[in-house]
């Protein structure tokens, strides 16, 4: 084997970790003053904090709410190949079909809360806004138990204050799949 294959292996990993930071032992004096001042709670702790805080991803805090139509979702299975012998499909059963109702809280960093209820049952929304237009959150039973519905939420803030976008849900077992349209209006 030649030594050109080791060199550039070991350039490559001493590139590595050069590129790598070492965090300051505790008590160290070349801790970050941003840490300093956040603990000591002085008036320096935003000034040099800010770089590290997160900037504001929404233009206050927002709420929304509308509601869903739930209908059945499908689920894809190929034929042939290495799915040959798949038989399952999804179950047939009118459980989660039909309307509900949908609140979002955004705050002002653009953390999104909420709750939905109806014919998925009572569920939690958590995620978050990006980029002051898309949301993206994870549904969850409200009451963790054996069974209920988990899925998630994917909408685009409208210039018209409008959130538009869609909800996919799946019981616990992926037995049944739902899936529903949102056009929620900011209040």
Do not use: N
């Given at each position: 084997?030649?030594?050109?294959?080791?060199r550039?292996?070991?350039?490559a990993?001493a590139?590595?970790?050069?590129?790598?930071?070492?965090a300051p032992a505790?008590?160290?004096?070349?801790?970050?003053?941003?840490?300093?001042?956040?603990?000591?709670?002085g008036?320096?702790?935003?000034?040099?904090?800010?770089?590290?805080?997160?900037?504001?991803?929404?233009?206050?805090?927002?709420?929304?709410?509308?509601?869903y139509?739930?209908?059945?979702?499908?689920?894809?299975?190929?034929?042939?190949?290495?799915?040959?012998?798949v038989?399952f499909?999804?179950?047939?059963?009118?459980?989660?079909?039909?309307?509900?109702?949908?609140?979002?809280?955004?705050?002002?960093?653009?953390?999104?809360?909420?709750?939905?209820?109806?014919?998925?049952?009572a569920?939690t929304?958590?995620?978050?806004?990006?980029?002051k237009?898309?949301?993206?959150?994870?549904?969850?039973?409200?009451?963790?138990?054996?069974?209920?519905?988990?899925?998630?939420?994917?909408?685009?803030?409208?210039?018209?204050?409008?959130?538009?976008?869609?909800?996919?849900?799946?019981?616990?077992d992926?037995?049944l799949?739902?899936?529903?349209?949102?056009?929620?209006?900011?209040?």
């Amino acid at each position: 084997m030649s030594r050109l294959p080791r060199r550039l292996s070991a350039l490559a990993l001493a590139g590595l970790l050069a590129h790598c930071s070492k965090a300051p032992a505790p008590g160290d004096a070349a801790a970050p003053a941003s840490l300093e001042a956040a603990s000591s709670g002085g008036a320096t702790a935003s000034r040099d904090a800010g770089a590290t805080l997160a900037k504001p991803a929404a233009d206050g805090p927002m709420t929304f709410s509308g509601e869903y139509d739930a209908v059945a979702g499908t689920l894809y299975v190929p034929d042939g190949g290495d799915y040959a012998g798949v038989k399952f499909r999804g179950l047939t059963s009118d459980q989660g079909l039909g309307k509900g109702t949908l609140r979002i809280d955004i705050d002002a960093l653009g953390r999104a809360t909420g709750s939905l209820d109806g014919a998925l049952g009572a569920l939690t929304l958590s995620g978050a806004l990006t980029d002051k237009t898309i949301l993206t959150a994870r549904l969850a039973p409200a009451a963790p138990t054996s069974g209920g519905y988990y899925g998630t939420v994917t909408a685009v803030l409208s210039p018209a204050g409008e959130l538009t976008g869609s909800l996919k849900v799946s019981l616990h077992d992926a037995s049944l799949i739902r899936e529903a349209k949102l056009s929620l209006k900011r209040k």
